[in-house]
């Protein structure tokens, strides 16, 4: 079974300033990891994707994020956060079967002050 | 943006009442997905389909149903509407398995009475 976990709910920060979300993970197969981004009222869109290529992924607007499989871990940073970047982030893992199923995590709201 | 629509935009409805949802890709894409979305819970699928008339079960699908006739359309039908099943709907679609991104659409909010 596969199975995300999101540390914190809520992450507050301030413009300029470091943004890092935290992602887990727990998969019995290889997994492929993304971070999905949701604005107000919008659907999701994909900011980045693990899929066992480089570690080390870099997404859009200025978003990374590092795959460390010893510590089962995906988490999602940016140097110095926009005020644009207030959203929901989900992380999500699929790899069971090949179905493109995706298991979500609880979402993170990022809220930045200016 | 990949071609997605999603039909209600909103709806209301009440109790027991039967409640179909549509998903419209552009895309061709083979994989469709239906999602909902609840505080606390991210998003958890309900049902997929991998072809035309191929279709699965996801995590949370007890009380709805899906068809897929054509592969431009995926239909998510509530049989008879609960509280509970108040909630924003996505669907989203791949061209493949895995590794493939998922595109979403724009939602569909249900409120249910």
């Known amino acids: 079974a596969q199975s995300v976990t999101q540390l914190g709910s809520h992450v507050s920060v301030s413009e300029g300033a470091l943004v890092l979300l935290r992602c887990n993970y727990s998969?019995?197969?290889?997994?492929?990891l993304f971070w999905y981004v949701q604005y107000p009222n919008q659907g999701l869109q994909l900011l980045l994707k693990?899929?066992?290529?480089?570690?080390l992924v870099k997404g859009i607007n200025g978003f990374e994020a590092e795959f460390k499989k010893s510590e089962t871990s995906f988490h999602l940073t940016k140097p110095s956060a926009h005020m644009s970047d207030a959203a929901e982030y989900f992380c999500?893992?699929?790899?069971?079967?090949?179905?493109?199923?995706?298991?979500f995590g609880q979402g993170t709201t990022l809220q930045v002050k200016p | 943006d990949a071609g997605i629509t999603q039909s209600p935009r909103h709806k209301v409805t009440e109790t027991g009442t039967p409640v179909t949802l549509r998903c419209h890709q552009t895309?061709?894409?083979?994989?469709m997905y239906w999602y909902r979305q609840d505080p606390g819970h991210g998003l958890r699928l309900i049902h997929y389909?991998?072809?035309?008339?191929?279709?699965d079960k996801g995590e949370v699908s007890d009380g709805y149903s899906v068809s897929r006739s054509k592969t431009e359309d995926f239909l998510l039908t509530l049989e008879s509407a609960t509280s509970s099943q108040t909630s924003v709907y996505f669907c989203?679609?791949?061209?493949?398995?895995?590794?493939?991104?998922?595109?979403f659409g724009p939602g569909t909010r249900l409120l249910v009475l």
């Open positions: 693990y899929t066992s290529a480089a570690t």
């Open positions: 389909s991998y072809g035309v008339k191929d279709t």
């Open positions: 998969s019995s197969v290889p997994p492929y």
């Open positions: 999500a893992v699929s790899g069971s079967g090949n179905t493109g199923k995706l298991i």
């Open positions: 895309e061709n894409h083979r994989y």
């Open positions: 989203a679609i791949s061209e493949r398995g895995n590794e493939e991104t998922q595109y």
